[in-house]
């Protein structure tokens, strides 16, 4: 199906749980019937949702999920389930104000966590049988607990508008109760091929069911992936992502509002290095699609309308430039063994090790006798690497050790000599640079720093590589 010129717009979490604000902004403002359609919004759960259906994000609370995977007891799991359902009630009492539509929102929310609950005991119930096991089913589970937010934000979102007097349409790629299995360009096709862009607005859910099994190789990240097949699907003019913030040079809270820079203009590049270190524009699997559909993307700021953002494409910058600063705590696996010189393997067996704990890797060096990986997790997880490591080479030292990794990045760093005036400026803050990667690529630089330099490394490069000035240099504390 050929689809009319239009965007795919795609609101984050923290957003939608302020969805009312952009009401009159976002969705309609100023906007005549013309402009008011040949939009697709794609939404994640409302704040906090998933990580009560999973499991906390940041602090790895369990939620649902986690406590039925543990499998301890029922009460855990049921009277988690049971606070899903009454924050999900919280939410979306906070958003619509019409009694009939807070009615609808409840029984929606009420039939869904009444499924999942069911769904829950028969499984158990089945796994209680030796002939099937509880493990071989949990992604799935994952998956139908994940679901429950999307369809639960997007159904309140449909509802919100409508009252509004938008023609929104709830388009639910979840699955709930669906029979058949389909791909995802099947589920996408199936939801989206009969909508009219021209006078429908639909709402569609950021989880998207299908045989691929999008949270086997992209976890809580499937939202966009979700979101970027769309736009490739239907030939968007731009894919556009809203956060609660803009693209910036840094963070604000850490070299003040005053001091950073909106981006504006950036390409793909940029943003795989900003994903590789925890600050994803977009995952770099949707980012992927984007650029194999020729799709542009645009990262705004929901709650500033009129600011057009930042536009992400795959054109190349008119003059070199560091365009941001931005910093990840990591945990340093070091391996030491004095007979590794001209041997192989040593790599195959320490990625071998990091991939079967799944474990995010941020960077690498390697000497003759030393690899070392910074990667991103729990300091208790890369001891399980580094102890499955000592059995496999007994006679090496296998170490971790929390650091920070501190980069600038531009789309072309060319003869900007960011490496030697980031060593000045990390110097001059009285920082000590514990190692220091520059690749010939040239669109960025690392500095690896003790986990407690970071935030004053970020704000000195800043200062020096950004701002361009070498002479308000934050001080380490004594």
């Known amino acids: 199906m050929k689809f009319p010129e239009h965007t795919v717009e795609k609101i984050g979490g923290t957003s939608m749980s302020r969805v009312a604000e952009l009401l009159n902004t976002l969705f309609v403002g100023d906007r005549e019937r013309g402009r008011l359609y040949h939009r697709i919004f794609v939404v994640s759960a409302f704040g906090g949702i998933t990580n009560l259906l999973l499991e906390h994000k940041k602090s790895g609370q369990p939620g649902v999920y986690a406590r039925f995977a ?16 009454r924050a ?11 009694p009939g539509d807070r009615g609808m929102a409840d029984e929606f929310v009420r039939e869904r966590i009444e499924g999942a609950r069911s769904c829950l005991f028969d499984l158990q119930r089945l796994c209680s049988y030796g002939h099937f096991r509880l493990s071989d089913h949990m992604l799935v589970i994952r998956e139908l607990l994940s679901g429950l937010g999307e369809a639960h934000s997007a159904f309140v979102t449909t509802l919100l508008l409508q009252r509004a007097g938008v023609n929104a349409r709830f388009i639910d790629l979840s699955g709930w109760r669906d029979e058949a299995e389909h791909t995802l360009s099947e589920r996408i096709a199936a939801g989206l091929d009969d909508v009219d862009l021209s006078s429908e607005m639909p709402i569609v859910t950021g989880y998207a069911q299908c045989t691929e099994g999008l949270m086997r190789e992209f976890d809580r990240g499937y939202s966009e992936v979700t979101f970027a097949r769309i736009a490739a699907h239907t030939g968007a003019k731009e894919a556009i992502i809203h956060k609660e913030f803009h693209l910036s040079s840094a963070d604000p809270r850490l070299v003040g509002e005053e001091a ?28 992927k699609t984007l650029r194999q559909a020729d799709v542009a993307l645009r990262v705004t700021n929901a709650f500033d309308p009129g600011d057009p953002g930042t536009l992400i494409d795959d054109q190349p910058t008119d003059s070199p430039s560091v365009e941001i600063v931005t910093g990840l705590k990591v945990v340093a696996l070091e391996l030491f063994e004095q007979d590794m010189v001209g041997v192989k393997g040593y790599d195959a067996a320490i990625l071998e090790a990091l991939k079967r704990h799944n474990v ?10 030393t690899i070392t990986h910074y990667v991103h ?13 000592e059995e ?24 900007l000599k960011v490496l030697s005036r980031g060593l000045a400026a990390l110097e001059e803050a009285g920082i000590e640079v514990i190692a220091a990667h520059q690749t010939p690529r040239s669109v960025d630089v690392q500095f690896v720093l003790a986990a407690t330099d970071m935030e004053t490394g970020i704000t000195a490069l800043h200062r020096v590589l950004i701002e361009g000035d070498a002479t308000h240099l934050p001080r380490k504390a004594a």
């Not at 001891?383 to 490591?389: M, P």
């Open 360 to 369: 995010w890797i941020v960077s690498k060096t390697s000497n003759a006798n």
């Open 260 to 287: 950073v820079r909106k981006l504006g203009h950036t390409n793909y590049d940029v943003a795989d290095q900003l994903s590789n270190l925890g600050m994803e524009a977009i995952h770099p699997k949707a980012a």
């Open 88 to 98: 999900m009630a919280e939410a979306h009492g906070d958003i619509l104000a019409h």
């Open 70 to 85: 543990n499998g301890d007891d029922d009460h855990g799991w049921l009277d988690a389930l049971t606070e899903v359902g």
């Open 392 to 415: 496999i080479y007994p006679s090496a030292r296998v170490s971790a050790r929390t650091l920070s990794v501190v980069s600038p990045i531009g789309r072309d760093l060319t003869g």
């Open 377 to 389: 997790a729990s300091l208790k997880l890369v001891r399980r690497v580094a102890r499955d490591l």
